[in-house]
């Protein structure tokens, strides 16, 4: 079981339009960050792509991704699922929908901004097959558990994906660690976590949050993402304990 880390930048991604790099190294290729998003896939190569970000076609072309098997919202803000028109051509050759699932709230908001997706328009076939989390916890062999996480004055779901013997989790845009995300994130294998800049943030999980939550989960591998311009690569390897990884995009890692 793998996860591919599609896009490791915050929502205006590294560098920022205007060529801005903050504090990020521009000749160090891990500093240009697109949108967050992972992609998980088991020995069988079942994939499941977590979020569609403003990114995605670039970020599938980049790691040559041309199928998936389900796709899952963490919630719908817009560096999360603006590129949700791309999955059209993964629809491409499928006899049904795509699966896909996000929390009740989500699926709301989702269906009310990109209706043609869910629903068909025009002769054109429905591109994914919505559903809520609530009474799902198998997709294409993975086993799925999810809790809410606050998000300042919102909310996003952590996932853990669970195939082969093996777990990764998935905790991005929270701004609080709660006893739901610890007992979900318990003991997993990889977890991939909000890291957006070493000041606390209102709505964001910062450095220390970011490594007390893969304390306090057990975690065997922590990789930091939604990365802002102030984290520079190379300084924060320098920086992080020896089982945090600095994420970067098209970054693999086999759990």
Same mark, same amino acid.
């Given at each position: 079981?793998?996860?591919?880390?599609?896009?490791?930048?915050?929502?205006?991604?590294?560098?920022?339009?205007?060529?801005?790099?903050?504090? &990020?190294?521009?000749?160090?290729?891990?500093?240009?960050?697109?949108?967050?998003?992972?992609?998980?896939?088991?020995?069988?190569?079942?994939?499941?792509?977590?979020?569609?970000?403003?990114?995605?076609?670039?970020?599938?072309?980049?790691?040559?991704?041309?199928?998936?098997?389900?796709?899952?919202?963490?919630?719908?803000?817009?560096?999360? &699922?603006?590129?949700?028109?791309?999955?059209?051509?993964?629809?491409?050759?499928?006899?049904?929908?795509?699966?896909?699932?996000?929390?009740?709230?989500?699926?709301?908001?989702?269906?009310?901004?990109? *209706?043609?997706?869910?629903?068909?328009?025009?002769?054109?076939?429905?591109?994914?097959?919505?559903?809520?989390?609530?009474?799902?916890?198998? &997709?294409?062999?993975?086993?799925?558990?999810?809790?809410?996480?606050?998000?300042?004055?919102?909310?996003?779901?952590?996932?853990?994906?669970?195939?082969?013997?093996?777990?990764?989790?998935?905790?991005?845009?929270?701004?609080?660690?709660?006893?739901?995300?610890?007992?979900?994130?318990?003991?997993?294998?990889?977890?991939?976590? *909000?890291?957006?800049?070493?000041?606390?943030?209102?709505?964001?999980?910062?450095?220390?949050?970011?490594?007390?939550?893969?304390?306090?989960?057990?975690?065997?591998?922590?990789?930091?993402?939604?990365?802002?311009?102030?984290?520079?690569?190379?300084?924060?390897?320098?920086?992080?304990?020896?089982?945090?990884?600095?994420?970067? *995009?098209?970054?693999?890692?086999?759990?």
């Amino acid at each position: 079981m793998k996860v591919i880390m599609l896009g490791s930048g915050t929502s205006t991604g590294v560098p920022r339009i205007g060529d801005d790099w903050g504090e &990020c190294d521009p000749k160090e290729p891990k500093n240009r960050r697109t949108r967050v998003s992972i992609l998980v896939e088991s020995n069988d190569g079942n994939r499941l792509v977590i979020d569609t970000s403003t990114d995605m076609r670039q970020q599938f072309l980049a790691n040559n991704i041309d199928r998936i098997d389900g796709v899952f919202w963490t919630h719908d803000h817009a560096d999360h &699922c603006h590129g949700i028109d791309d999955l059209r051509v993964l629809r491409y050759g499928r006899k049904d929908a795509l699966p896909g699932y996000g929390s009740a709230e989500t699926v709301r908001r989702l269906r009310q901004r990109f *209706d043609y997706v869910f629903a068909g328009q025009h002769g054109y076939p429905t591109i994914v097959k919505l559903d809520t989390l609530d009474h799902m916890r198998m &997709c294409a062999g993975f086993g799925v558990e999810w809790c809410q996480m606050p998000h300042g004055p919102t909310q996003s779901t952590a996932f853990r994906f669970d195939a082969d013997g093996k777990s990764i989790s998935y905790a991005t845009d929270f701004s609080a660690i709660t006893d739901e995300m610890i007992d979900l994130l318990d003991g997993t294998d990889i977890l991939v976590t *909000d890291c957006l800049r070493r000041d606390p943030h209102p709505t964001h999980a910062h450095l220390a949050m970011a490594i007390e939550l893969g304390e306090r989960t057990n975690a065997g591998t922590t990789v930091l993402s939604h990365l802002d311009k102030s984290m520079d690569y190379a300084t924060l390897v320098n920086e992080v304990p020896e089982n945090v990884i600095v994420g970067y *995009d098209g970054l693999e890692i086999v759990a």
